[in-house]
């Protein structure tokens, strides 16, 4: 009689050659644990890492043990640069006439323009001073009399235009499968009614940015990103219990895209063009030919806005930390002599540069910048 052990093991041969073939590039060994598998070793990203185990499955279903760890780097720095042009223009033209009998109670004021909101026409006629009630920038007021009639006329032509720039270039890093975000703006506060009250709550505005990045193989990086350009919107407020509360105008972006170390990706395309043409008249006198120009007012706006994000995703590793400078290292504060005497406000660094970082302090020389050809 005779004691056998018998030890029963997946066929390994098979799937280790299977799995040179799939993934040629990638160091993972193969070992058998009882009746199961256990992959070790490294791979250059979750993608790999994913197939094999898959693959591993179909030789040992629920018997893999993974062991395997991902190379490279897994943090993702990412460079986001928010560009925005808004332009406006505004243009418009009021006209007024009035008229009175001198020596009497008969007279009359009639047109569209700001006489009716400041300025008496009738007096004006007699040489009193115009008072806008419009802010117009500019003004013609003609008075005259004629035997015992007095006539006042007043245009008036506002033309304003106006240029916003914004720009903001944030860099956030976040590990590979992490959300991080970004706000440079504010928070605003809105008095919210529940059942204990009412209670403030604080809505953000501003540049916002979200993203998740997920490190494919190598150096492919997922990107879903989120991000929004708001600001205060007061011409929209809106009356709370006698508190007024602006409303907001948003611009917001969603996507999810790959790319890869270095690359580029731009969400443009989002511009807004309004505009406002408003006509005012007295009826059937401002349809007059020429002279119902001073019986008219009119008016247009036309605002424009055009706003581009552009970003680039770049894997990172840490640095040791004597490699990095802060801005404030290269200032020096003054000593008394030199604020109150030389009236520096900053003071003179001496010897070596105050900067403490090793790349910081080196003396570098030679060509250095941009070269085109």
């Known amino acids: 009689m005779t004691n056998v052990e018998v030890r029963v093991y997946p066929d390994l041969a098979e799937f280790k050659e299977l799995l ?6 990638e ?14 070793g490294r791979v250059s990203g979750k993608q790999k890492l994913a197939r094999a185990l898959d693959l591993a499955e179909r030789y040992a279903p629920t018997k893999v043990t993974n062991l ?11 460079k986001v640069r928010f560009a925005e042009m808004q332009r406006s223009v505004a243009k418009s033209l009021d006209a007024s006439i009035g008229i009175r009998t001198l020596g009497g109670n008969l007279g009359g004021t009639i047109g569209s323009g700001v006489y009716n909101q400041g300025t008496n026409m009738t007096n004006f006629a007699n040489g009193d001073a115009i008072v806008s009630g419009n802010n117009a920038q500019g003004a013609l007021g003609i008075g005259f009399s004629s035997g015992g009639v007095a006539i006042g006329l007043l245009i008036e032509a506002l033309e304003t235009k106006g240029m916003v720039r914004t720009l903001a270039e944030p860099n956030i890093v976040a590990i590979s499968g992490s959300e991080a975000g970004f706000l440079a703006g504010g928070e605003y506060p809105v008095p919210v009614a529940d059942s204990d009250g009412v209670k403030i709550d604080y809505k953000p505005f501003g540049i916002e940015l979200k993203f998740k ?18 600001e205060l919107d007061p011409a929209n407020a809106v009356n709370f219990n006698g508190n007024i509360i602006n409303a907001f105008k948003t611009r917001k972006a969603a996507t999810t895209v790959e790319m890869r170390d270095g690359q580029s990706m731009s969400i443009a395309g989002l511009l807004t063009d309004d505009f406002t043409d408003l006509n005012s008249q007295v009826p059937w006198l401002g349809d007059v030919p020429i002279l119902g120009a001073l019986f008219r007012s009119s008016e247009y706006r036309r605002e424009q806005s055009e706003l581009v ?10 640095v040791d930390g004597d490699s990095l400078t802060l801005p404030t290292d290269r200032i020096k504060i003054p000593n008394e002599k030199e604020l109150f005497l030389l009236g520096n406000v900053a003071g003179k660094r001496k010897g070596r540069k105050a900067a403490s970082g090793s790349v910081a302090s080196q003396d570098f020389s030679g060509s250095y910048g941009y070269v085109m050809e």
């Open 20 to 25: 040179r073939e799939i993934l040629p590039r």
């Open 27 to 40: 160091t993972i060994e193969v070992r058998s644990a009882n009746d199961g598998i256990v992959l070790s």
């Open 68 to 78: 395997m760890t991902i190379g490279g780097s897994q943090q993702v720095l990412l």
């Open 213 to 230: 990045p997920v490190v494919i193989d190598g150096d492919l990086i997922n990107l879903t990103i989120e991000t929004s350009v708001s």
């Open 309 to 318: 994000v552009i970003i680039t995703p770049h894997l990172v590793t840490p």
